[in-house]
Structure formats: structure tokens, C-alpha cells
């Protein structure tokens, strides 16, 4: 058993926003497609700049991660967050724990696109270091894309074991 919970340990801290593991993306990732055909579970107004800020997001997509990175060079997952917000002049803290201050708390299943997701990676602090933004919502699946430390900017699902487990809280910032 202990086992068992060593490997899980080890399994979630080499997946968090801020462990030092990084790999690159293969060369012909596809990136824009990711994304495509989606339908959302609640017809909700949205922002006039949510698709806008979502395709900036998707355009970081295979970008290698690098902390405190906020370019094409390197992102961590604050700075992908922060960089499509401010693209579309939508002003963020820079850091994810401050930014899951900002807006209004939600719950999951009234989560829609361009809401935010944020997570606790690290079991031992209980601050948030983590955090993607939605780009599909179908039922009850959420996609969110977010820059992890060993792949990079991905998009991920919530159903995922890891990100489920790991999730904090939703926020409306728009």
C-alpha cells in the first residue's frame, strides 16, 4: 500500500505546474485541431472576447514550458493565462494564486468557456499553483488548456484522474 501511494505521489508531483521535469512537444503536434466541434451544455452569454482569448490560449498549444515564461520560448501556466487575457486587454494578476482571487467563484457545472479552473499540485502547501482556462465544455467534460511542466501547453480534460484530484475551484473573470 505504501507502495502505491508512493508512486501516486510521485506521479502527481512530476505533473505539477512547478516540478523541474520538462519534455518537448514532437515536431508536427497538431495544434489548432484540438479544439474543433464543440458543443457547449449551457447557453450562456459570453464575453465578446472569450474566443478571441480562448484561440490566443490554443495558439501557445505544444509550447515548451518555462517557469515564469510568457512567450512562444516558454510558458508556465499562469503566464499562458495571463498573456491571453492581456492580449485582449483583459487585466489579470500574474501569478495563479492571485488570480484565483479575481471574479466570481462558480461551481463546476456551471462552468463555461473561458472560465477559469484552478488546481493544488502540491499537497504540502495549500495555496493554488495551478490553473487552465476552459475551452470546451460537452456534458459534464470539461477541457481546459494550461501549461504543465512535463508536456508543456496541452489541453487536458477534467475527467483525467490527476486533474480531477487536484481541483480547487472555478472562477468567472469575464
Known amino acids: 500500500m505504501k507502495s502505491k501511494l ?12 512547478k516540478s ?10 497538431q495544434k489548432a485541431s484540438i ?9 450562456a452569454k459570453h464575453n465578446k472576447n472569450t474566443s478571441k482569448i480562448i484561440q ?8 515548451k514550458y518555462r517557469y515564469g515564461g510568457t512567450t512562444k520560448k ?16 483583459v487585466s489579470l494578476p500574474r501569478t495563479s494564486s492571485m488570480m ?13 468557456e473561458g472560465d477559469l ?5 502540491n499537497k504540502k502547501k495549500k495555496g493554488i499553483n495551478h490553473v487552465g482556462l476552459i475551452v ?22 477534467i475527467k483525467e484522474g490527476y486533474w480531477n484530484y487536484a481541483f480547487v475551484e472555478a472562477r468567472r473573470v469575464l
Open 74 to 89: 516558454g510558458m508556465d501556466c499562469s503566464g499562458l493565462i495571463y498573456t491571453s487575457f492581456t492580449t485582449h486587454n
Open 117 to 121: 479552473l484552478f488546481f493544488r499540485t
Open 136 to 157: 470546451a465544455t460537452n456534458g459534464d467534460d470539461i477541457k481546459f488548456i494550461h501549461a504543465t511542466t512535463s508536456r508543456g501547453v496541452i489541453v487536458s480534460s
Open 6 to 17: 508512493f508512486y501516486l505521489f510521485l506521479i502527481l508531483s512530476l505533473s505539477a505546474c
Open 56 to 63: 490566443t490560449a490554443l495558439s501557445y498549444n505544444g509550447t
Open 35 to 43: 479544439v474543433k466541434n464543440t458543443s457547449t451544455h449551457k447557453k
Open 20 to 29: 523541474s521535469k520538462t519534455v518537448r512537444v514532437p515536431a508536427g503536434t
Open 100 to 112: 484565483s482571487t479575481q471574479g466570481k467563484k462558480i461551481q463546476i457545472r456551471e462552468a463555461r
